[in-house]
């Protein structure tokens, strides 16, 4: 039967560039993998959209209106769970966009979750404290019907933290009249949140290099590192590989990097950066630019600040072995292939970044049991779930000859499109 095109009023509303490169990634591993067609149709649209706006008292006595939005792609698999991120880039198709690419990661990682994404448009850095608060209770107070420990499961993303999860579970539990630390994750410890849970994702991105530097045979002669961004991921994965005896040479931030070859202290560079807010004119080290960082020889090169960063204009003057994506979508497509046509190992996004999202499950799991765990056993559990990971990625891209994005990408789709076939379409 020929899948019926029904959605195009609703394409037209999403169809930014940012979506339509994640429905392309869809369009190229269904084409690859012989993806049923009717499930191919299903899983390229979000199952629903919510935008709202959400009027906000601001300090100064008047009334502005924010737009924001909640996507959830695909709920097959169970509740779904992505993101809030505030930026004045937010919009339906970025912000369905990454619900499709948080069903895929979910998917692979096998958690019981499907896919979604939320956003509110402003320029947070502008906004008093009181002012985000305001806004974060009446985006979550127009969202309501949506969320909830059953049905979606927020956790923060750019510009949210902590503190925005914690007024959104206190938002929400004020509405249904009793305490639900599970309506998010990402909370703070205090009030339900995971040991383990702020460092998960640089842990897992760390994870998977010292996973991809021994499948390239590197991982004895200890290994240099390259780290562009030096934030919650980044640095996190430059301590824990440091602490393993990898020489991390270069780090960078949004003012700039630095590079020793012979490698940078890790724990004075934290202590340093702690002080002064930035990684430049860090003692026994050269300042470079972020453009130069890119380039400089080393085994593994992770990109964790931004998307976009190795594209068709830089990737020819690349020189790592392995590439462990801890940013969301840092390598383009035509760099992504380039890259695999020279033989570059890439540990895709869905895959090196998905520590947090794991993390994440097991705190909705202890708030669920009203039972928490020690860090050491939430860290074992996310080792786990990584290492496992790794190996089936790693397996499928030898067996198939594909690039491992796609064979993420495939291994997390065919578990969806079993369990969407199984289901059925309904009526
Ligand atoms: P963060 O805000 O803590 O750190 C970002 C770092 O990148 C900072 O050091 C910042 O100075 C640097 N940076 C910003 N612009 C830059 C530029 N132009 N060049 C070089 N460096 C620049 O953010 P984070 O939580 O570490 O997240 C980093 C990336 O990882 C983001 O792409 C995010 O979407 C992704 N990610 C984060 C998580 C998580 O749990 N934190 C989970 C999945 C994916």
Known sequence: MVAVKSVEKFAMECETEHFLMAQRQLDEIAGEMGLDPELHERLRYPKRSLIVTIPVRMDDGRVKSFTGYRVHHDVTLGPAKGGIRYHPDVNLGEVAGLAMLMTWKCALMGLPYGGAKGGVRCEPWKLSAGELERMTRRYTSEIINLIGPDKDIPAPDMYTNEQTMAWIMDTYSINVGHTVPSVVTGKPVSIGGSYGRQ????????????????????????????????????????????????KVVA???VYGGIYNE?????????????????????AAARNISNEELLTLPCDILIPAALGNQIHKGNVDQLECKIIVEGANGPTGPEADQILFD??????????????????????????LMHFFWTEEEVNHRL?????????????????TGLR????????????????????????
């Open 199 to 246: 460092e998960a994702t640089g842990r897992g991105v760390a994870y998977c290099a010292r996973r991809a530097a021994a499948h390239q045979n590197l991982a004895a002669q200890s290994p240099k590192v390259v780290i562009q961004g030096f934030g919650n991921v980044g640095s996190v994965a430059a301590k824990l590989l440091h602490e393993s005896g990898y």
């Open 251 to 253: 780090v960078s931030d």
């Open 342 to 367: 020279r033989g570059v190992l890439v540990v895709p996004d869905i895959l090196a970044n998905a520590g947090g999202v794991i993390v994440s499950y097991f705190e909705w799991v202890q708030g």
């Open 262 to 282: 012979n490698g940078l202290d890790i724990s004075r560079l934290l202590a340093y950066v702690s002080e002064m807010g930035r990684v430049q004119d860090f």
């Open 383 to 399: 080792e786990e779930i990584m290492g496992k990971a790794c190996d089936q990625v790693f397996a499928m891209a030898s067996k």
């Open 404 to 427: 491992t994005r796609m064979a993420a990408l495939r291994i997390g789709i065919s578990r969806l499109a079993e369990a969407k076939r199984l289901r059925g379409l309904y009526p």
